[in-house]
C-alpha cells in the first residue's frame, strides 16, 4: 500500500514548518535512513530521514514552501511491486491538514512553553499550545465586551496586538461570541487600535516618507517573527520587568583566566582549550543560582516553579536573529566543559543547526555585548524564565581602594527581573553571590 510522508514535528510544539529543500526527486529509490528533505523552524534547519523503503512517486510540496502544517503529506511512497496506479491521492491526504497560504497577516507561530524535551520547561509560557475552539454551529456571532471585557483566545490577542487592531471592534465568531483567530485574520486591514499604547506600527509605509526606491525588503523569515512577537509579548504584555545593576573588579580573575589557560595544551594537540570571561561568567551564574535558588525560578498562575539545576542559556547572535542555546546543570561542569560546550553550541547555531532540545528550555539567560564594546544595557526577559543577566565590557576604571585611587578592570552586570517572581532583595542577594564567584574565582571551588 502506497505510504503518505508526512511533515514531521521537529519540537513538541511545532505546527508548522517550511520546507526548505528536497534531497530526493520523483522516482529515486530511497532505504529507511536516508535523507529526505530539509526543514526550517523559527530557530533551526534539519534533515529529515526516511523511515520506510520504496521509490519516491509523487513529490507533493515544493522546496521553498512555508507554513506547511505538521502532518501534512508532502510526498507519496511506493513499496517494491507498486505502481502509480495503486495511489489514492484522496484517500493519502484526507486527514491531513494543508499548507498554510502565504498572507501579509501576523503568521501563527507556536511560542514554545513547558515543553520538555531534555530536562526542563522551554522560553515562554502564556502562549497555548491548544488549537483554537471549535466555531459554534447554528446562530449569529455573539456581541463581544458588552460588559467591559473582552473575550478572546490568547492567540487572537497576540496577532491583533501585532498588527494594531483593536478587539473591541471586532465581533467574535467562537463560542460564546469569543474572538478567535479567523476574527482578527478577517479584520479589515488598516484598522487601528487607537486605545492601545505601544502597539507596533503598520508595516504599511507611506510612499511619501519613504518611495520604494529608496530601501530594500528583507523578508522576515520565521525565526524573526517569533523573535518578535515573544518579546514584545513579553516587554508590553506580560512581564513587569525591572532592572538591577552591579559593577564587579576582574583582576582577580583575568589573572586566573591567563593561569589556566597558560597550562593548556598547545594549539592543534589533543585536549586544547581557551576559557573566556563569558565561560567564568556562565559558571559564577550558574553557582550563584544554585546559592540562591529564588532566583532560578519561573513563574505560573499556579505556582512559582523553583528549577533544581541551572540550565544556562547563552545568547549567540546569528544571521537573521538571535538564539540561546542551553549549558545543561551548568553548576556540575568545569570551566573547560563549559568552553568547548558553547563554541559548540555558537558554531552550530550560526549553521542553524541546533536541535530543538538544545535551545528550548533553560533556567536563566546571559548575553554578553562587552565584545562589541558596550559598557551597560538591559536585555528583556526570556520567558518563562524568572531573570536575564546582560553584561557589559571589561575596562579599567578609576576606583578607589583603601581609600586610595587607583586603577581596576570593572565590569557592569544588569539583571533584568520578573517581578513576579524575583523580588528585588531576591535579585540583589543573586547579583551580590554573582559577584563574590567573578570577584574572587577561587570560590567556585568551594
Request: contains cysteine; hydrophobic residues 40%.
Amino acid at each position: 500500500m502506497p505510504i503518505a510522508i508526512t511533515m514531521p514535528a521537529l519540537s513538541p510544539t511545532m505546527e508548522e514548518g517550511n520546507l526548505t529543500k528536497w534531497l530526493v526527486k520523483e522516482g529515486d529509490a530511497i532505504n529507511s535512513g536516508d535523507l529526505l528533505a530539509e526543514i526550517e523552524t523559527d530557530k533551526a534547519t534539519m534533515e529529515v530521514e526516511a523511515v520506510d523503503e520504496g521509490k519516491i512517486a509523487k513529490i507533493l510540496v515544493p522546496e521553498g514552501a512555508e507554513g506547511v502544517k505538521v502532518n501534512a503529506t508532502i510526498a507519496i511512497l511506493l513499496e517494491e511491486g507498486e505502481t502509480e496506479n495503486d495511489i489514492d491521492l484522496e484517500a493519502l491526504t484526507a486527514d491531513a491538514p494543508k499548507a498554510a497560504p502565504k498572507s501579509e497577516t501576523a503568521p501563527e507561530t507556536t511560542i514554545v512553553e513547558n515543553s520538555v524535551d531534555k530536562s526542563g520547561g522551554k522560553t515562554a509560557a502564556p502562549a497555548s499550545p491548544h488549537p483554537e475552539p471549535v466555531e459554534g454551529r447554528g446562530g449569529a456571532p455573539k456581541p463581544n465586551g458588552s460588559n467591559g471585557r473582552i473575550k478572546a483566545s490568547p492567540l487572537a490577542k497576540r496577532i491583533a496586538a501585532q498588527q494594531g487592531i483593536d478587539l473591541a471592534s471586532l465581533t467574535g465568531t467562537g463560542p460564546h461570541g469569543r474572538i478567535v483567530k479567523r476574527d482578527v485574520e478577517n479584520a479589515p486591514k488598516g484598522m487601528a487600535a487607537s486605545a492601545m499604547m505601544g502597539a507596533p506600527v503598520s508595516s504599511d509605509l507611506d510612499d511619501r516618507i519613504y518611495p520604494p526606491d529608496s530601501y530594500t525588503a528583507v523578508k522576515n523569515d520565521g525565526m524573526r517573527k517569533v523573535i518578535a512577537q515573544r518579546l514584545w509579548q513579553s516587554f508590553n504584555n506580560e512581564v513587569p520587568h525591572f532592572p538591577l545593576e552591579i559593577e564587579c573588579n576582574l583582576d582577580a580573575l583575568l589573572a586566573a583566566r591567563a593561569r589556566i589557560n597558560a597550562l593548556a595544551p598547545a594549539k592543534g594537540e589533543d585536549g586544547h582549550y581557551k576559557v573566556s570571561v563569558n565561560d567564568f561568567i556562565i559558571k559564577a551564574s550558574a553557582l550563584a543560582l544554585m546559592k540562591v535558588p529564588a532566583a532560578n525560578a519561573s513563574f505560573t498562575p499556579e505556582a512559582i516553579l523553583l528549577h533544581k539545576h541551572a540550565d544556562i542559556g547563552v545568547a549567540v547572535a546569528i544571521d537573521g536573529g538571535l538564539i540561546t542555546p542551553i549549558v545543561w546543570q551548568a553548576e556540575t561542569k568545569g570551566l573547560v566543559q563549559i568552553s568547548n560546550e558553547v563554541k559548540d553550541l555558537a558554531m552550530r547555531a550560526k549553521a542553524k543547526r541546533l536541535k530543538p532540545q538544545e535551545y528550548q528550555g533553560g533556567t536563566f539567560s546571559v548575553s554578553n555585548l562587552g565584545m562589541f564594546g558596550i559598557k551597560s544595557f538591559a536585555s528583556i526577559v526570556n520567558q518563562p524564565q524568572g531573570a536575564i543577566m546582560s553584561v557589559g565590557a571589561g575596562e579599567q576604571r578609576p576606583v578607589v581602594k583603601d581609600g586610595e585611587l587607583a586603577i581596576a578592570t570593572m565590569m557592569n552586570v544588569t539583571l533584568t527581573c520578573d517581578h513576579r517572581v524575583v523580588d528585588g532583595a531576591v535579585g540583589a542577594t543573586f547579583l551580590g553571590a554573582f559577584k563574590q564567584f567573578i570577584e574572587e574565582p577561587a570560590a567556585m571551588l568551594l
